[in-house]
C-alpha cells in the first residue's frame, strides 16, 4: 500500500511539560495536529472548564519581526554581489552550532536594523533623483529664455511664464490678448509636441485681465518661484546636483552590498523566528486546562513507537483511534525508491484520496517508457541523464525539484535504450558525419528497427502499449472495487471490456500473427460485448435498464480513442529523429573536409540543443497527459490534503541532527 | 508541362503552412506571457513553457514537408519523375497536418494563454494549465499521424 495508514492520537499532559513537547514533536515532525477546539461548542459540559490554547499577540508579534527580516533578507540578495547558485539549496547545520550563530542575537538586531535604515536611504535617494530628474525636464524648453528666472516684475511691467496646449491656435491667443491690452507682448519661447512655452509681458495694471484672457485658452503659469539666475544656470546646478545624489545613492547601495556577510546570520535568525512562532501558533489548536493541556493529531501508525517515546517522556496520556470512513484523513504517500521521483507527477495532478489508491509506483515505469519513446534518441538521452547526475551530485536539492530532476535521470536512461533501440544518436549523426567529413560509410544499426522506415510498425506497437497501460489502470480499479467487496461490478464492468477490447483486436489484426485467431477474436469480443449491453443498465430502473445497456457499451468510442491516444509516442517519436536529421542534412551542405567538420559541429551544437529542448518539454507534457488523461481516468479518485506534520519548518537551513520528518 | 512534382511540392508547402497556426498561437500566448511577467518577473522560466506549447504545430508542418522532401528524392539531388496522380497523392498527405495544424496551433495558443493567467494567480496548477493546453495538441497529432501514414503507404 502506498497511501501510508494514519491513525488519530489524542493526548492529555501537564502544563509544565508543555512547550518540551511541542519542541520535540517539532523535530521528529511525525504529527500534524488538527484542531481540538470545535469541541468547545459541541460539548456544554467542558464550558467554564477547558479553553482555547495560544497566543494570538504573540504570533503577530513574532509575525512583524519575520516580516520585517524578509524585507532585509530580500534587500541584501537584491544587492548581492555573490553569483546566485543555479539552484538554492539549504544549508546543513547541526543544532548546536545554529543556535551558537543566533546566540548573539542583539548583534544580529542591530545590524537588522542598519540594513533597515540603508534601505530608508535608499527610498530617499530614489525619492529625490526622481524629483531633481523632473526638475531639470521642467526646464529644458525654457533654455533659450535667457532673463533670470526670479525676474517676475519691472517697475512697470509685469513678466509672466506659462504654457498652453499645443492644440490650441497661437494667433487665436494673440488677437485675444490684444483686445484685452494695447501694450501686451506675447512671445513663443519654446513649443514642443505637447506645449507651447509662453512669455507675456504686461502693464502691471493690466496684467490680472490679460491672464484671465489666457486662461480662458487653457493657461498655466510655470512655477518658477523658488530659482534663481537664468534657465540654462539652474539646469547646469542641478544636473550637478543629479550626477551627486546618483552617487551617494550608489554609495548606499555599496553599503547594502557590503552587508552581504550579515547573510547567513539573518537567515538564521528568521528560521529560528518561524519555529518559535509555530511552536506558538499551533497551540491555538490546544484546550487548556488551569494546569493540563488536550491535543489531538494525525499520526502515520509506522510512527507511534518514536512518538509515544516523548510522550512517555513528559508523562502524558495518549490513546489512539482509526480513522473514520468518511473522516478527511490527511495522505502521506511511500514509494519505492525508483517510483518516488515520479510522485511529482502525481503530486502536480493532484494527491490521491486516503481511501483510494496511489499508482505512482506503477505508473513510474510506463512514464519513463514513454518519455523514452517519444524522445527516442539516445544521444539526447545521455545528456540529460549526464545533466541530472552532475546537478544531483553538485546540488543538495530538496523536496519537488530533487524529484523532478531524479526522474529525468531516469527518464533519460529510458531514453537512451529506447534511442539505441531504433538507431537514434543525435539522429542520424554519425553516418553525415564520417560522410561529409571523411567521405566513409559508417552507421549505426537500429537494435530493433528504425521508425523512420516503417512507421506503421511503430504505430502498431504504440497502440499495444497503450492498450496494456490501460488495462492496467482498469485493474487498479477493478481490484479497488474487489477490495471494496463490490467483486460483481468489476467482472461486469470491467472484466468485460477486457473482452471487448482483447477479442476486437484479435478479430481485427489477429490476421497478422495467425489466421486462427481471428475466430475465437470475434467471439470473445462479442461475448464482452453481450455482457455489457445486458449488465450496463442494471442499476437503473425501468426503461432505463434496457437504455443503459446501450449507453454504456458506447463507451467503446472513449476506449477507441483513449487507445488512439497513444499514436502520439509514433509521432512524437518520429518528430524528434526526423528533425535531428534535418539539422545534420543542414550541417553538412557546407561541403567536405575540415569545412565541413565545423559546419556540422556549429550546426549541430546549436540545432541539436533547440531539438533536445522541444521536445524533451513535448515527451514530458505528454507523457504525464498520458498518465492523466487516459490511465488516471481510469481509476483515480483524487483530492486528499497533503499530510503536513508540525515540524521545524526552515527555509534556509537544513538541521541535520533531528530526523526533520518523514519526508 | 506540369508533371507531379510540381503536386508533391504544393503538398510540401501546405504541410508548412501548419506554421501559421504555431505563429499566431506563439503570438497569443507570448501576450499573455508579458501580462503575467508585468506582475512576477520570477515566473519567467515557467510562462515560456507554455509559451512553446502551441510551436510544435509548426514543427509537425516543418517535420512532414522533409518526409515529403525525402520521400520524393528533393534532399538527395535526384528529384524523381512523378506521375500527376502520384503527384497528388503526395499533395493530398500533405493537407491534413497543413489545415488542422493552423486551426489547432491558434486554439491551443488559447488554451496556452489561459494557462498562462492560471499561472499568474494559481502557479502551483501550472501543471494543469499545461495539460489543457496539450489536450489541443492530440488533434495536431492525429492529422500528423494520417499525414504520415498517406506518405510512407503510398508505394512512391
Known sequence: MAIVKMEKLAVIGVDAAKENLIADLMNLGMVEITDRTAVLSENEKLNGIAVQDGDEDKVAEIDGQIAKLGIVLDLISRYSKEKQPLFVTRKTMKRAAFLDRISNRSVIEANVKYILNLNRKLHHGRERINKIKMEIDSLVPWQKYDLPLEIQETDQVDIELGVVPSTVNIDGIREAITKASDSAELRVVNRDKDMYYLLVATLKEEQEEVVSVLKQWGYTPAPFEEYVGTAKENKRRLEKEYVMAWKAFKDIEEQVSACEYMRVDIECLKDYLVIERDREKVKSNFLKTGRTFNLEGWIPSECKKTVEGVLDKYDCIYEYREAGEDEEVPVLVKNTSFGTPFSAITEMYSLPDYHGFDPTDIFSIFYAMFFGIMLSDAGYGLLITIASVFVLKRYEIEGLTYKMIKMFMYCGIATVFWGAMFGGWFGDFVAVFAKTVFGSKVSISPLWFNPIDDPTKLLVFSLLFGVVHLFVGMGINAYMLIRRGQATDAFLDIFSWYMIITGGGLWLGGSAISQSLVAPGKYICLAGGIIVLLAGGRKNKGFGKITGGLGSLYGVTGYISDILSYARLLALGLATGVIANVINLLGSMAGGGIKGLIAMLVVGIIGHTFNLAINALGSFVHSSRLQYIEFFGKFYEDGGEEFSPLRNNTQYVRLTDNNGGLK | ?156
Open chain 2, 1 to 156: 508541362m506540369i508533371t507531379g512534382n510540381v503536386f508533391a511540392l504544393l503538398g510540401a508547402a501546405v504541410a508548412a503552412l501548419a506554421g501559421i497556426g504555431s505563429a499566431i498561437g506563439v503570438g497569443i500566448a507570448g501576450q499573455a506571457a508579458a501580462g503575467v511577467l508585468a506582475e512576477d518577473p520570477k515566473k519567467f522560466g515557467k510562462t515560456l513553457i507554455l509559451q512553446a506549447l502551441p510551436g510544435t504545430q509548426g514543427i509537425y508542418g516543418l517535420l512532414m514537408a522533409f518526409l515529403i522532401f525525402i520521400r520524393i528524392g528533393l534532399l538527395g539531388g535526384g528529384l524523381g519523375n512523378l506521375t500527376v496522380a502520384q503527384g497528388l497523392y503526395v499533395f493530398a498527405s500533405g493537407l491534413p497536418i497543413g489545415l488542422i495544424g493552423i486551426w489547432s496551433g491558434i486554439a491551443q495558443g488559447k488554451a496556452a494563454a489561459a494557462g498562462i493567467m492560471l499561472l499568474g494567480k494559481r502557479p502551483d496548477q501550472m501543471a494543469k494549465g499545461i495539460i489543457y493546453a496539450a489536450m489541443v495538441e492530440t488533434y495536431a497529432i492525429f492529422g500528423l499521424l494520417i499525414s504520415i501514414l498517406m506518405l510512407f503507404n503510398l508505394g512512391i
